[in-house]
T-cell receptor, first 116, second 115 residues
């Protein structure tokens, strides 16, 4: 399977715990995106990377959230001191930026986080 | 500001009925892309269609058709002869030139097709 993969697919944690999600993009894609989708809403942009550089962060990304893409390949999204409001589906997407205007984003299956 | 509105929160139809899902978008960019995605209960986003702002031709793919009208900033989606497998949440989305990297999604329409 050469699509975007995310692990784990489901995570249940207790409030106050830290969690980390992983995203593996399509292999040649140099851009990687994180979105959050809460119940009954559409996905909302969180942040994105061009190779290992984090180029933009949404105001939704509080200081308890940190994303990395250390070698420009896979990415991790960590949430510290989780709160019940962090319960959501976390979606990763990747694209290939060739310097043209538009790069189609391909979405992964998501990680569903439940904070008890 | 960019925004996508899907006024229909939930729709229920009986199998074989036709159903139209509405989408209205807002952007000041003249160059943009519009999308429809399907999200079944499993949660994965399934890409259905992409249209750019310069192509207003309607499109048909099997039982699916899309009506893009720039004059009303709408990009509606019609399913003909609906089937139970069409039951899902459908999202309309926008990616505009000033921020191509941020896809703006609407709130979604939950479609239930009753056998």
């Amino acid at each position: 399977d050469t699509g975007v993969s995310q692990n784990p697919r489901h995570k249940i944690t207790k409030r106050g715990q830290n969690v980390t999600f992983r995203c593996d993009p399509i292999s040649e894609h140099n851009r990687l995106y994180w979105y959050r989708q809460t119940l009954g809403q559409g996905p909302e942009f969180l942040t994105y990377f061009q190779n290992e550089a984090q180029l933009e962060k949404s105001r939704l990304l509080s200081d308890r959230f940190s994303a990395e893409r250390p070698k420009g390949s896979f990415s991790t999204l960590e949430i510290q001191r989780t709160e019940q409001g962090d319960s959501a589906m976390y979606l990763c997407a990747s694209s290939l930026d060739l310097g043209f205007s538009y790069n189609e984003q391909f979405f992964g299956p998501g990680t569903r986080l439940t904070v008890l | 500001a960019q925004k996508v509105t899907q006024a229909q929160t939930e729709i229920s139809v009986v199998e074989k009925e036709d159903v139209t899902l509405d989408c209205v978008y807002e952007t000041r960019d003249t160059t943009y892309y519009l999308f429809w995605y399907k999200q079944p209960p499993s949660g994965e986003l399934v890409f259905l269609i992409r249209r750019n702002s310069f192509d207003e031709q309607n499109e048909i793919s099997g039982r699916y058709s899309w009506n893009f009208q720039k004059s009303t900033s709408s990009f509606n989606f019609t399913i003909t002869a609906s089937q139970v497998v069409d039951s899902a949440v459908y999202f309309c989305a926008l990616s505009a030139k000033t921020s191509y990297d941020k896809v703006i999604f609407g709130p979604g329409t939950s479609l239930s097709v009753i056998p």
